[in-house]
């Protein structure tokens, strides 16, 4: 097992720049063939809705649901990741959290 490849990335938070940053790096980690991925959410206190359904689309592909709002009224609204699948579907994914993860990071 010592000679797997594992790609880690940590996120602080979600917005229009860290879902660059996020595909830009999974893409390299893609390309070097890592065995699976780390993604870090301790510590992340949310951010942007749609920074978070873009993000989510790069590990479960465009249109797939992310999560589902539920108003005082008994309505819902479904929301669906926004972007392409980056991550292969045949590499094992690992999120860590902690009590400091919030919001749209959850």
């Known amino acids: 097992a010592g000679d797997r490849k594992i790609g880690y990335l940590a996120l602080k938070d979600f917005n229009a720049v860290g879902k660059r940053e996020v595909s830009s790096v999974l893409k390299s980690l893609r390309d070097r063939n890592v065995d699976g991925y780390v993604l870090d959410l301790r510590g992340n ?4 809705l749609e920074g978070a ?3 989510a689309g790069y590990f479960i592909g465009k249109g797939e649901p992310v ?5 005082g009224a008994g309505s819902g609204n479904i929301y669906k990741a926004t972007e392409e699948r980056i991550v292969p ?3 094992p994914v690992a999120v ?3 009590k400091g993860t919030a919001s749209s990071s959850e």
């Open 89 to 91: 579907r045949d590499k």
């Open 45 to 48: 206190k949310g951010g942007v």
């Open 96 to 98: 860590f959290v902690d």
């Open 53 to 55: 359904l873009g993000i």
């Open 67 to 71: 999560v589902q709002v539920i108003d």
